[in-house]
């Protein structure tokens, strides 16, 4: 009778034991895991202003950071997360499983040192001033009569509309409005190849440009979370169309 008694003892305890585990499991399993945390310079005894923007490698997910460096997003199990901050060297995060469901990490930076050959340096640009360069985009008008005034001069409304010189300074007014927009194109680039967000060099910017036939509206009007998305699907395709230019040696 004891002996039967220490079965169902043991056969009650171990019952409890797997029922406790597999409840542990399934509240350890988070569907979705916050990551948080803060980019900091030690070698910075002040306030330093901090352009971060933080990249989901694996859904591709973009967010931008606060100035004083702390970032958040959610993000999955087996997901990897790259920080870029201007200036500095990429930092990237293999997220692993959070009985919490939560990630806290403190990222301390390294100042980014590279060697090149002679080039010419150019000011990369914050976001904020490419932002308001591609808000003011406008083609300048060239003089032309419309409307009411077609009326009160209809020989000056023909010269204009067969004048070889009114249709060459439409011409020029055009070309140097697509040379406003190539520049802008060329400050965002320059910006996002500063935090590793796309990867191309300076002298295939043209061509990348050229190929990207970017809607001017898109242009003036969009996110930054949106351009960096499109631009970033738009090189891959370019990539498999001009595979030779982006050889490793």
């Given at each position: 009778?004891?002996?039967?008694?220490?079965?169902?003892?043991?056969?009650?305890?171990?019952?409890?034991?797997?029922?406790?585990?597999?409840?542990?499991?399934?509240?350890?399993?988070?569907?979705?895991?916050?990551?948080?945390?803060?980019?900091?310079?030690?070698?910075?005894?002040?306030?330093?202003?901090?352009?971060?923007?933080?990249?989901?490698?694996?859904?591709?997910?973009?967010?931008?950071?606060?100035?004083?460096?702390?970032?958040?997003?959610?993000?999955?199990?087996?997901?990897?997360?790259g920080i870029s901050v201007k200036g500095y060297s990429p930092i990237f995060i293999d997220v692993t499983e959070s009985t919490t469901c939560s990630i806290d990490t403190v990222i301390y930076l390294s100042p980014r040192v590279q060697v090149y050959d002679d080039?010419?340096?150019?000011?990369?640009?914050?976001?904020?001033?490419?932002?308001?360069?591609?808000?003011?985009?406008?083609?300048?008008?060239?003089?032309?009569?419309?409307?009411?005034?077609?009326?009160?001069?209809?020989?000056?409304?023909?010269?204009?509309?067969?004048?070889?010189?009114?249709?060459?300074?439409?011409?020029?007014?055009?070309?140097?409005?697509?040379?406003?927009?190539?520049?802008?194109?060329?400050?965002?680039?320059?910006?996002?190849?500063?935090?590793?967000?796309?990867?191309?060099?300076?002298?295939?910017?043209?061509?990348?440009?050229?190929?990207?036939?970017?809607?001017?509206?898109?242009?003036?009007?969009?996110?930054?979370?949106?351009?960096?998305?499109?631009?970033?699907?738009?090189?891959?395709?370019?990539?498999?169309?001009?595979?030779?230019?982006?050889?490793?040696?």
């Amino acid at each position: 009778m004891r002996e039967n008694i220490n079965i169902f003892t043991v056969m009650k305890k171990g019952i409890l034991f797997y029922l406790f585990f597999f409840s542990t499991l399934s509240f350890s399993q988070c569907h979705e895991i916050h990551l948080k945390g803060k980019v900091v310079d030690t070698s910075l005894t002040n306030f330093h202003k901090y352009e971060l923007i933080v990249v989901n490698q694996t859904t591709k997910k973009a967010t931008h950071g606060q100035a004083n460096g702390y970032f958040s997003l959610n993000v999955n199990s087996g997901d990897r997360v790259g920080i870029s901050v201007k200036g500095y060297s990429p930092i990237f995060i293999d997220v692993t499983e959070s009985t919490t469901c939560s990630i806290d990490t403190v990222i301390y930076l390294s100042p980014r040192v590279q060697v090149y050959d002679d080039v010419v340096v150019y000011r990369i640009k914050s976001l904020e001033e490419i932002k308001k360069e591609r808000e003011e985009l406008s083609l300048k008008e060239t003089r032309t009569v419309t409307g009411i005034n077609v009326l009160e001069s209809p020989i000056t409304a023909l010269y204009e509309r067969f004048s070889k010189s009114a249709k060459t300074k439409r011409l020029i007014a055009e070309m140097e409005h697509q040379d406003n927009i190539n520049n802008v194109l060329k400050s965002l680039l320059r910006a996002y190849v500063s935090y590793d967000v796309v990867y191309l060099e300076e002298e295939e910017f043209n061509d990348f440009i050229y190929y990207l036939n970017i809607d001017e509206h898109f242009l003036k009007t969009s996110s930054d979370y949106e351009l960096i998305l499109y631009i970033q699907k738009n090189l891959e395709n370019y990539k498999l169309l001009h595979p030779e230019l982006f050889l490793i040696d």
